[in-house]
Nanobody
Framework: QVQVVESGGGLVQPGGSLRLSCAASGSIFSIYTMGWYRQAPGKQRELVASITRGGLISYVDSVKDRFTISRDNSKNTVNLQMNSLEPEDTAVYCC???????????????WGQGTQVTVAS
């Protein structure tokens, strides 16, 4: 069993900052890509930021220069520092981890339960 747990959401004013954290635990041999997705009401889920085990990072254009993703491979954690938040960033943010549970298994996606981020004055 693998568990993925997020924390750090909340209500913030426009221009403010929040830091999301995600930790994967359980039967883990290795984690490949970890990422943050978000889904706003009435919109499709989108990949906000991702980071590979080797540190290759990708962002959706709308958050570049405002959000920073980082991970600690030794702790199986990934963080998302969100600065200069805008009302359009309001969404449920979910953490994803591509986990290999044994040395000879393939990878499988595991998801957290999601954390609400609301940007409003």
């Amino acid at each position: 069993q693998v568990q993925v747990v997020e924390s750090g959401g909340g209500l913030v004013q426009p221009g403010g900052s929040l830091r999301l954290s995600c930790a994967a635990s359980g039967s883990i041999f290795s984690i490949y890509t970890m990422g943050w997705y978000r889904q706003a009401p009435g919109k499709q889920r989108e990949l906000v930021a991702s980071i590979t085990r080797g540190g290759l990072i990708s962002y959706v254009d709308s958050v570049k220069d405002r959000f920073t993703i980082s991970r600690d491979n030794s702790k199986n954690t990934v963080n998302l520092q969100m600065n200069s938040l805008e009302p359009e960033d309001t969404a449920v943010y979910c953490c994803n981890a591509q986990v290999q549970v044994t040395s000879d298994s393939g990878t499988r996606d595991y998801w957290g339960q999601g954390t609400q981020v609301t940007v409003a004055s």
